[in-house]
């Protein structure tokens, strides 16, 4: 399924912002694949705010904590934030996230679930915020879902794993084509919820700023997607297809075609330019033609 938007992002009107004038285009798709029952991805794209969520196979309710990634972000988008204090905004979305999986939990618990029940989800979050040389990407991640981004046929990983296997690359005792065939490789090191994670939990997000001329393209994504496709191929996709919801659903397609190992996610936002935001003044255009006539002084 996929979807589209371009237009104006809300924001506080407390303050006016440059984010404000920035078009965005974009284009999502998710699928359950061919091997999960369910599909406990979840994403948001209302601009200027984008998320993909992936719900922990294997623990409890990993749809619940991916849905509740989502609402959460969505009332962000709602209610707006302030441009220039970003982070914190993410920051304070993130906890209120990790809050609710966790008091969901104990309800389970309290209710008769197995006293190691434990809902978790990774993810990946995008939105613009301001900076002192106008708007740019603020990115965030918690577990394995990915941030890339597509410049000039380019394709570049953003977002570092939390994983296993990439503690293992990190430290030289793997390759990166190791990485990708590890039996380990699912082993996520952070979460959001996931209170049975060995070591216990740690929704910490990492964060990256991205100016937007370094991004034409970004792509979010779960691992259903970087698990099954390689750099190469999702690079030919994207740049293939010049519309932002081709490039997601082809995304998507294309790692249930290699397999469809877990549920595939996918965001594509494209940065289409600046809105002009300037009224029309009809009259101001005509006192400008008279003066260069030299019918005014």
């Known amino acids: 399924m996929a979807d589209t938007h371009g237009g104006l992002p809300r924001m506080s009107t407390a303050r006016r912002s440059e984010v404000q ?3 965005l285009h974009h284009g999502a798709a998710t699928d359950v694949g061919r091997v999960r029952q369910a599909n406990e991805d979840a994403y948001l794209a209302d601009p200027p705010v984008f998320v993909v969520a992936d719900g922990m196979g294997g623990h409890d309710r990993g749809d619940v904590a991916s849905a509740i990634v989502v609402e959460e972000f969505a009332r962000l ?5 302030d441009a220039e204090r970003g982070a914190e905004a993410v920051a304070a979305t993130l906890q209120a996230v990790q809050d609710r999986i966790l008091a969901f939990d104990a309800e389970q ?3 008769g679930a197995d006293a190691n029940f434990s809902a978790g989800t990774t993810a990946v979050i995008a939105l613009l915020v301001d900076s002192s040389s106008g ?3 603020l990115l965030a991640n918690v577990g394995d879902s990915r941030a890339y981004r597509f410049n000039d046929g380019e394709l570049e990983q953003v977002s570092v794993d939390h994983s296993l296997v990439q503690e293992l690359v990190d430290t030289g005792q793997i390759t990166e084509a190791a990485a ?4 380990s490789r699912n082993v996520i090191t952070r979460a959001l919820g996931g209170s049975a994670l060995p070591g216990g939990v740690s929704g910490e997000a990492d964060y990256f700023l991205l100016p937007l001329a370094a991004a034409e393209r970004l792509l979010l994504c779960s691992d259903g997607v970087s698990g099954m496709l390689d750099d190469q191929r999702i690079s030919s996709i994207l740049g293939s297809c010049e519309d932002p919801r081709d490039a997601a659903e082809q995304v998507v397609a294309a790692a249930v075609e290699a397999g469809g190992h877990d549920n595939a996610t996918a965001v594509v936002v494209d940065v289409v330019g600046l809105v002009h935001t300037e009224p029309y003044d009809a009259d101001a255009q005509r006192l400008s033609l008279e003066q260069k006539l030299g019918a005014l002084p």
């Open 21 to 23: 004038h920035v078009e």
């Open 180 to 183: 990708a065939v590890h039996p």
């Open 135 to 137: 708007p740019v990407w």
């Open 109 to 111: 618990r309290a209710s």
């Open 77 to 81: 988008a709602s209610d707006g934030y």
